[in-house]
């Protein structure tokens, strides 16, 4: 399932940021309209789009009734090439 969600495609998605290095961008919740390699564009209920920055960034997201958490340094490419990558897992070494 890990597996699934790393290489997944997060466009669409309704994603809220659980923990990051700016304070700024902790609690921002939104729908996810672009990605890049380094960030997510993020549409919020007030109509404004917010750049957020993958590296130093938690996000959490629910399917079905199971609350999941993503290393936003761990999603640092381009969602192509996610799709397309072995992965190994490796700890994670986030200080937030």
Request: proline share 3%.
């Amino acid at each position: 399932m890990l597996l699934k969600l790393a290489k997944a495609d997060y466009h669409g998605c309704k994603m809220t940021v659980s923990k990051s290095k700016c304070p700024n961008y902790i609690g921002l919740t939104g729908i996810i309209i672009m990605e890049t390699q380094n960030t997510f564009r993020v549409v919020t209920k007030e109509n404004t789009i917010k750049v957020v920055p993958k590296s130093g960034s938690v996000f959490a997201f629910c399917i079905d009734a199971f609350l999941f958490h993503l290393h936003g340094s761990q999603l640092c490419y381009r969602a192509a090439e996610r799709s397309a990558r072995k992965f190994k897992f490796k700890p994670t070494k986030d200080n937030l």
